[in-house]
């Protein structure tokens, strides 16, 4: 079974920086896309950013030039460095992998991470 754990976030003064990390586990043989999505309650959840297996990123507009993401295939392991956060990125942040493929050929076509809260103060 294919499983993502996410690492990271927590508290940070607006304007401060915090890193997300989140590993795949289960004999993975190929995840097409990886990235993080944030959710606040009673919204839906939205992309943050992700990367595909090729490298190609893709930011969500309001973080653009703040975060980055990185992605090691090798590990299946993706990171978002957080920059210039502010108040409003405050929310539960969710690792996601699209198109999991695992050694023994089981497909899955999404995988979530349990959410990890980040939380940014004026």
């Known amino acids: 079974q294919v499983q993502l754990a996410e690492s990271g976030g927590g508290w940070m003064q607006a304007g401060g920086s915090l890193g997300l990390s989140c590993t795949a586990t289960g004999n993975i043989y190929s995840i097409e896309v990886m990235g993080w999505y944030r959710q606040a309650p009673g919204n839906q959840r939205e992309l943050v950013a992700i990367a595909s297996s090729g490298g190609r990123t893709t930011y969500a507009e309001s973080v653009k030039g703040r975060f980055t993401i990185s992605r090691d295939n090798a590990k299946n392991m993706v990171y978002l460095q957080m920059n210039n956060l502010k108040p409003e990125d405050t929310d539960v942040y969710y690792c996601?992998?699209?198109?999991?493929?695992?050694?023994?050929?089981?497909?899955?076509?999404?995988?979530w991470g349990q959410g990890t809260q980040v939380t940014v103060s004026e």
């Open positions: 996601g992998a699209k198109r999991v493929t695992t050694r023994e050929r089981y497909r899955y076509i999404e995988v």
